[in-house]
């Protein structure tokens, strides 16, 4: 089978836009959360259960601000959903920090793309939606269905870099980015591509899906006066999620090309393994063995044994629920053959105390952060956690990032339906 590296990163957070000012904040324990309690149109935030999310801050990309017209051409906001626009400029990002940039038709037709959202473009389904109401047909754009399309996130990377590789799209809710992650993988391994452009993106700070969620009983409620306390996985306080936005993108690619040229080599993509909870459509199975399952393959996938991990960056969201469901399947994983309890020596953190959720681009960008804890030797924080429940055994950094040796680091995600994939990372040598 083919190897497979990482050679590139790109990430637009609640934290910054690009790599090295959210991986530094993130170690710092700074947090990405706001109120969003002032926002207009003020009549439809101000009911909201939730209301504070995870925004990406505005302003010049010098100041790890998003500006669209420091990535887009003119017109293209207009074109292109916002989780498009995440995705091109996340994909500039890792494409310029991976030193790539397919020139021959043959690069051209060896370079892909799979990259996909969670829910894609609320606010346009919205505003559509009201105007055909009053107006009917004449006041639905041209645009609307090409705005709509998921997919259009991967199409738009391909046309504007030339990418005629396999060109993929997935929506697996918060599974989305690192499915996509997994599925490029595989597409080097097989021989499809020689470089794959992979990740998710998303962008719904819409009232619409803050309701939604909020109806579904998954967000955080109860720290909306103290946003950045909102969010505090694993935490005996903790009461459920909050959204974020944002993308992640990796520039993937078969260890020969990537050594050919040069290239500098992040870490190496050695596992990955998905399962279905068949169990429910919002909540966990208790016990967490969908997730246990997901970590079992991608690790047997990886050849490497449960007790040689060293880091996990775990899904856990903030739900009282999903985070003990993660924990039940860790530490199952951690009992070795002899019964022997290993999970005090797994360090375990999630990264959402400081960025929130980002559904489907949650995957892509904790899996960047495992990259960059192997790559660095660094376990990020997980912030806001100051009491364990019980049965919480394993180190869970928390507040302060640690300073640990990572040669493997496993990125955990999971999705409403039921769909849980877990990524192995290793160091590259
Ligand atoms: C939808 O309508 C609102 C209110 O008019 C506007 O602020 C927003 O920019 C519109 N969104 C899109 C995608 O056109
Ligand atoms: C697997 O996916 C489900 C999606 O509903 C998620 O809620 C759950 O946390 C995952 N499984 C476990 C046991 O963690
Ligand atoms: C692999 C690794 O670095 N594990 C560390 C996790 O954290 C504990 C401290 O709680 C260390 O003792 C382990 O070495």
């Given amino acids: ?78 074109r292109m959903a916002k989780f498009s626009q995440y995705a091109i400029a996340a994909t500039e990002m890792a494409f310029e920090d991976a030193g790539w940039r397919p020139q021959t038709q043959e690069d051209k037709e060896m370079t892909g793309v799979c990259l996909g959202s969670g829910i894609g473009n609320l606010d346009e389904l919205y505003n559509t939606t009201l105007a055909f109401e009053t107006s009917g047909c004449k006041k639905v754009s041209p645009l609307f269905v090409p705005q709509l399309l998921i997919n259009l996130g991967a199409g738009h990377i391909s046309m504007k870099y030339g990418l005629q590789g396999p060109n993929h799209a997935v929506t697996t809710a918060c599974t989305t980015g690192a ?5 490029a993988s595989r597409f080097i391994a097989f021989g499809d591509a020689d470089v794959m452009v992979a990740g998710g993106s998303e962008s719904c700070m819409h009232p619409l899906a803050f309701a939604g969620f909020s109806r579904t009983r998954s967000l955080a409620t109860q720290h909306n006066d103290d946003p950045s306390s909102s969010s505090r996985p694993f935490d005996r306080d903790r009461s459920g999620f909050v959204i974020a936005e944002g ?9 020969e090309h990537a050594k050919a040229r040069g290239a500098n080599i ?10 279905g909870d068949a169990h429910h459509v919002t909540a966990p199975r ?39 469901a993660e924990n039940a399947a860790i530490k199952k994983l951690m009992l070795g053959d002899d019964g022997f309890e290993q999970s005090t020596h797994v360090n375990v953190s999630s990264t959402k105390g400081a960025t929130g959720h980002l559904l489907g681009a949650a995957g892509a960008v904790e899996a960047i952060f495992s990259i960059l804890a192997i790559k660095e030797n660094s376990v990020p924080p997980t912030l806001n956690l100051h009491n364990l429940d019980d049965g919480f055994t394993c180190n869970y950094v928390p507040l302060v990032a640690q300073q640990r040796n990572v040669d493997v680091a496993v990125s955990n995600s999971f999705g409403f339906g039921g769909t849980n994939a877990s990524l192995v990372f290793a160091k590259y040598d």
């Avoid at 993308?247 to 260890?255: F, H, M, S, T």
């Avoid at 992040?266 to 399962?275: L, N």
Wanted: include cysteine.
């Fill in 179 to 183: 499915h996509a992650i997994g599925d």
């Fill in 247 to 255: 993308a992640g993108v990796v520039i993937l690619e078969e260890l």
């Fill in 286 to 324: 208790e016990d967490g063995y969908g997730a246990f399952l997901a970590m079992k393959r991608a690790l047997k996938n990886a050849g490497i044994r449960p007790k040689d991990v060293d880091y996990i960056n775990a899904h856990a969201t903030s739900t009282p629920l999903g985070d003990a």
């Fill in 1 to 78: 089978m083919r190897r497979v590296v990482v050679t590139g990163l790109g990430a637009i957070t609640p934290l910054s836009v690009g790599i090295w000012r959210t991986w530094s904040r993130l170690l710092a324990s700074e947090c990405g959360i706001i109120s969003v309690a002032n926002q207009e149109p003020a009549r439809r935030w101000k009911d909201l259960p939730s209301i504070v999310a995870g925004n990406v801050p505005s302003g010049r990309k010098e100041h790890g601000g998003w500006q669209a017209s420091d990535w887009l051409q003119r017109g293209g906001e207009r």
């Fill in 266 to 275: 992040y870490a190496e993509i050695r596992g990955y393994g998905c399962s």
